[in-house]
């Protein structure tokens, strides 16, 4: 099973709301990731969790918040957004155990709007 | 510093036939992987295909094939016998180092039936 579930499919938020992003894979995987893509645009790295510690935060505003509450869950906070935050924001996982490969596993992604 | 590039923004193939989708890289690590994407218009990242930056071989998996040329720093995916369902963006990336994957702006393959 490589499959990684990312809920809503879809969000439409306020730029007053607060919403979370929940991303779950139970591959056993060790290292999380969250990326945000623009259309027709490749994926950006936004931040990684390893062993559910925080690795790398490519100087993300802090109207995002991410959280790795255990192995499996990550969640992206989200929070006074601006439109230009809209986007489609992806959630990977990789096996850290794997000695080749270390390809990432992707969600299907969410489409955040912010009016 | 580490770098990928993708040249070729669309392509179209006929149904049926193999097409090469290009990639090119740059990095001073001596122990690096290159890895094909597949993103449908759904928005969702499909692994394709992974070749080590010491592998002997070729890297396959089914239709799909990567031609590795290492002096040359290219990683080209064949994709052969061409299906509908091939219609998609597909990205190059470059990876591991610490964790960050960099990733190629990517080809728009179009199959034409």
């Known amino acids: 099973d490589t499959e990684v579930t990312q809920t809503p499919k879809h969000l439409v938020m306020g730029m007053t709301n607060k919403k979370s992003l929940k991303c779950e894979q139970h591959?056993?995987?060790?290292?999380m990731y969250w990326y945000k893509q623009k259309a027709k645009k490749p994926p950006e790295l936004m931040f990684v969790y390893s062993y559910e510690k925080l690795s790398i935060n490519e100087s993300v505003p802090s109207r995002f918040s991410p959280e790795c509450p255990n192995s499996s869950l990550l969640n992206l906070h989200l929070h006074a957004l601006q439109p230009e935050d809209s986007a489609l924001y992806l959630c990977?996982?990789?096996?850290?155990?794997?000695?080749?490969?270390?390809?990432?596993?992707f969600g299907p992604g969410t489409r955040l709007t912010v009016t | 510093a580490q770098k990928i590039t993708q040249t070729q923004p669309g392509m179209f193939v006929q149904e049926k036939e193999a097409v090469t989708l290009d990639c090119t890289y740059d990095t001073s690590d001596p122990s690096y992987g290159l890895f094909w994407y597949k993103q449908p218009s759904s928005g969702e990242m499909i692994f394709l295909i992974y070749?080590?930056?010491?592998?002997?071989q070729n890297a396959t998996e089914g239709r799909y094939s990567l031609n590795f040329q290492k002096a040359r720093k290219s990683a080209n995916l064949v994709i052969s016998a061409s299906q509908l369902g091939d219609s998609a963006m597909y990205f190059c990336a470059l990876g591991p180092g610490t964790y960050k994957y960099i990733f190629g702006t990517g080809t728009r393959l179009k199959v034409l039936a």
């Open positions: 591959m056993g995987h060790r290292a």
């Open positions: 070749q080590g930056s010491y592998d002997q």
């Open positions: 990977a996982s990789r096996d850290d155990r794997a000695s080749l490969g270390y390809e990432q596993y």
